[in-house]
């Protein structure tokens, strides 16, 4: 099957970026956050006097070939909302959580407000007392660093307090500290001819573990990629402790406990290599530690594993051996990995399944992806910039520096979340006194225990957020609102993996791009580190410092960000097995970019880091280990489910996307319900030790009877006359991250356990509240 479906007719086939079609431009577009998720899909923007009108997918857009989700199609709805806001407002910060105190102000009152108070709080306390939030890795991951290092001159920057650093981050670690790069399911996304190149082969099997993509599509992974290769016949394996559409369309379906994926892992290992089934060539040639990891995994016999997982254990050999059996195969993995305790050890497990059967780099397998990521190229655009006291960056001063092995060995770039937490409440290792968040919504999403968040929060001098509408974080903790552009309103960049395009504005604004923001400030406090005029004129030289291995730049000294709008998509040249050609290591030798330059099964710098260098399994808690507080406590509670309306806390004001999911909703069996006196449709009252939130009930009968799911980033925006005071629209009402703690990450700093939480729950009779969109 080609990547684009050959034209058919022309005039919706079309090649050129912009044209007119009766009263309406129509601009071929990539649609990027803000709003959305982290994808890039191709897009119509059908524009009338200077507004959005509709959006359609565009039918050659090189990775979703016209396919759009509903968030997208409501793209429309979404920026021309009437709660949108467009100019900069400032409030006093003693008046934090009053709505009534905004003042609106222009752009050049805002910067110089911001110049005034910056100045003010590095001449009181230091460059470290500044701390840059950024949000959830979308169009926002090297503008918050560059504010921070080059503008600000801290090494504070950090994601909005995600304890644990638990998105993508722990998993990405997992790939670079065992196989020296990232790791990506095969789906032809990185060829320009997708299935159609001569040497792509379809998985045989495709393992979906810890997520279900095609309503996440998370991290750059398009989710109907899997359906486009189960039409092919690729086969599924999925591992979910609930049953999703993928899991039911599965050729083994495996329900496990959350948090006992490190355990499958290793019994996995175990089967593979009791039976003889690894991949001999490859893990002779090209892999470190065999022996041990081997030794480890015989630890873990299916009938063990089955005890702690849940799985029956003939399952788990037959599944076992269909994974290691398939030429190829691939394994797509997702976010739940980094949201129990000991997620990086089951996510090395799940790493070492890949090298163990031969499958790393191979077409069809999981292949190692060191080309395409725009934002890390846009990064290093500012490295080697002094900061705003003329000084080279000393990253050895961040916050976690003095507690994390990892941070000390330069292994993590960013300060770590928890560590923000207690020097904002301690003053230790010194005071935080500038905050700056961009991307972020920490009060209803990110941050674990949100009312602590809050009062450490205000603890601030200044609190500085850009966004697009007025949010409970904004709302209750912020000093200056600076509003910033939707995609349809931006000159970016966007490439995760392939191809690199283009993010064209094809409407005006008063808001703000990130890029802007950060240039706009730069040339006020360090126009010496930020010597571009615009964000275009930014791209341009991004564009211009990629290079290839050989260290040849992939475009031409005249090539502008016209040009690459033009074309749409380009494409960086991909190999496979790069490790045999030396395409991976700085030496140009073959092999992996790591200390043995093999793949390493047993992990020389997570031994370096303080850390098990293996695969390994952990117990979260659970009845056995901590009886006492189950029997107050008897279910299981994980969190974080994806719709198909909301990206995170996004999308909470639109009619379109309540319409169809009004309410936060909390899964469980029949059986559960009916045990505590709960229908459908009730609002169920969920409590542990740290709080209480409300959620309604919805009857899943997939889930396991002692395990309950809730969804997180709720608040509710049509609450307007609850914006002030400490509980902002509402987002302590239901925001099931009140359940979950700071501070209680895994063994080197990674991970933490937003999926694994005890609680009780009961039938709520005193909460009725009604939905009116509030316009």
Known sequence: MPRCPRPINEELYRDEWIWQEGEYTVYRNCQYTAPGCHNGCGVLHYVKDNKLVKIEGDPKGALSNGRLCMRCLAMEEMVNHPFRIYNPMKRDPAKRGDDDAWEVITWDEAYDLYVEKAEEILGKYGKKSFCILGGTGRN????????????????????????????YVPRMNVC????????????????????DHPDYVNPEVCVIWCCNPIVSNADGFFGHWIVDLMRMGTKLIVIDPRLTWMGAQAEYYLQIKPGTDGALALGWINVIIAEDLYDHDFVEKWTYGFDQLAARAAEYPPERVAEITGIPADLIVASA?????????????????DQFKNGFGAAMGCAALWALTGNIDVPGGNIVVNTGFISGDARRMFSGMKNTAGEEFDM?????????????????????????????????????????????????????????????????DFFVVTDYYMTPTAAAC????????????????????????????????????????????????NPEGTPWANATEFWEDVLHNIRDQAGKPYYPPDFTFDDLREKMYIWEPFEYRKYEKGLLRSDGQPGFSTPTGRFEFYSLTAEAAGGDPLPHYVPEPNKTADPEAFEEYPLYLT?????????????????????????????????????????EGDWVLIENPRGSVR????????????????????????RRDDISGDNPFGVFDSNINQLVPMEDYGPLGYCAPYDTQMCRISKCTDYHPTYDPGY
């Open 140 to 167: 926002t991951t090297w503008q918050f660093a560059a504010l921070a290092t080059t503008v600000m001159g801290s090494p504070n920057y950090t994601f909005g307090f995600l304890s644990g650093n638990s998105c």
């Open 176 to 195: 670079f500290w065992m196989g020296g790069d990232v790791m990506v399911a095969d789906c032809a996304q990185c060829v320009e001819e997708g299935y």
């Open 321 to 337: 051996r269909r994974y290691a059996t398939a030429k190829p195969a691939s394994v797509q993995w997702g976010l739940k990995f």
């Open 396 to 460: 050895t001063e961040r916050l976690g520096q003095d507690e994390f092995v990892v941070e000390q060995m330069g292994l993590e770039p960013q300060a770590h979340p928890d560590s923000l937490l207690k020097a904002l409440e301690t003053g230790e290792p010194y005071p935080i006194k500038f905050l700056f968040e961009q991307s972020s919504n920490f009060l209803a999403n990110m941050g674990a225990d949100p009312q602590r968040l809050l009062a450490a929060v205000r603890t601030v």
């Open 478 to 525: 912020a000093d200056l609102f600076l509003p910033i552009a939707m995609s349809i309103e931006r000159t970016g960049c966007r490439s995760m993996f392939n191809p690199t395009r283009a993010i064209s504005p094809v409407v005006t604004t008063n808001a703000h791009t990130d890029e802007d923001i950060v240039l706009d400030i730069g040339h006020r406090l």
């Open 639 to 679: 969190t974080g489910r994806r719709s198909w309306e909301f990206f995170h806390s996004e999308h909470r004001h639109l009619k379109s996307m309540r319409e169809f999911h009004p309410w936060p909703r909390v899964e469980m069996t029949q059986e559960t319900a009916d045990k505590y006196g709960i229908q």
């Open 695 to 718: 959620e309604k009930c919805v009857i899943n009968p997939s889930m396991h009877p002692d395990t309950i799911m809730a969804e997180h980033g709720w608040w509710y925006p049509e």
